[in-house]
């Protein structure tokens, strides 16, 4: 197996077409049989993986060249996902223009070689899969909650983490779910699972949320300027999954499919083993 044919098997799970700007073959490879992948994969990672006898080295995070620089074009895709949950696709794009900005001119700024000049000296096949991982992890949460909630119109934020805790990397995980604005005994209303997008819209993406009629948001991790404004607004729930545990939801699908081809896969640097 090579880099390309990795690639495209995530792409395939992922129900894409093409390579999405934060992720991408950084150094090629070919005759794969062993890969080490972790949610952030950098030099000492690397190192370590090469000690392990990796033939690949797979980031989820986007640490370095073209998926780093470019991690905020993908973050329109978080337009159609508003749209889907009644946001007008006018104010969800001007809702989201704010945060991009921030988060080209963060990233603009940034070591973007760090991990691809250390692969290439180390010559290890390095790539970055974060969106397609993303968007695995926020349908599997999504369907996981509707299909436990569909018999439940007054289901309550507890049965929103018990939905999540069916599931292996919830259950493993040290960070466990957590309500960030609302209790456990609130009624959830409908629910609403954004992982995938690049990195949170901000203030006014959730506020719009809200106001399209969505009673809770599922996210991996919540930034505490949006926790205070939704709180503030008191008109939304916001349910934090846990970041590591939500990657790894995403990152294992990918896996087991690699895994399905007779590709060893070691686990590392925040993937949690389902097994």
């Known amino acids: 197996m090579n880099t390309k044919e990795v690639m495209d098997i ?3 799970l992922a129900g894409l077409e093409e390579t999405p700007e934060d992720s991408g073959i950084i150094v090629e490879g070919e005759n794969i049989k062993k890969i080490a992948i972790g949610v952030d994969m950098e030099l000492s990672e690397m190192m370590l993986a090469k000690e392990l006898g990796a033939d690949l080295v797979i980031t989820h995070h986007p640490s370095g060249g ?3 620089i470019n991690l905020h074009k993908v973050m329109k895709n978080q337009i159609d996902s508003m749209v889907r949950a009644g946001v007008p696709i006018n104010k969800a794009q001007k809702a989201l223009g704010e945060k991009m900005g921030q988060v080209e001119r963060g990233l603009h700024v940034s070591n973007y070689d760090r991990a691809v000049s250390a692969a290439k000296l180390l010559k290890m096949p390095f790539m970055a899969i974060h969106t397609p991982a993303d968007i695995l992890a926020e349908r599997t949460v999504q369907e996981l909650i509707d299909e436990k909630l569909a018999d439940n119109p007054k289901a309550k934020l507890s049965d929103v983490i018990e939905a999540l805790e069916t599931l292996p990397e919830y259950q493993r995980t040290e960070a466990k779910p957590v309500c960030r604005v609302g209790a456990k005994d609130d009624y959830a209303g ?3 699972v954004t992982m995938a997008g690049g990195t949170g819209g901000g203030v006014n993406v959730h506020k719009a949320y809200f106001e399209a ?3 809770t948001i599922v996210a991996m991790h919540m930034p505490e300027d949006v926790i205070k404004a939704v709180k503030e607004q008191n008109i939304g729930n916001i349910l934090v999954a846990g970041h590591m545990a939500s990657d790894s ?3 294992n699908k990918i896996c087991k499919a690699l895994e399905d081809k007779g590709v060893e896969v070691i686990r ?3 993937v949690i083993d389902p097994n």
């Open 66 to 68: 073209a998926p780093r």
């Open 268 to 270: 590392m640097s925040g």
């Open 10 to 12: 995530a792409l395939e």
């Open 213 to 215: 009629g969505v009673g």
């Open 249 to 251: 939801v995403g990152i």
């Open 190 to 192: 409908k629910v609403c």
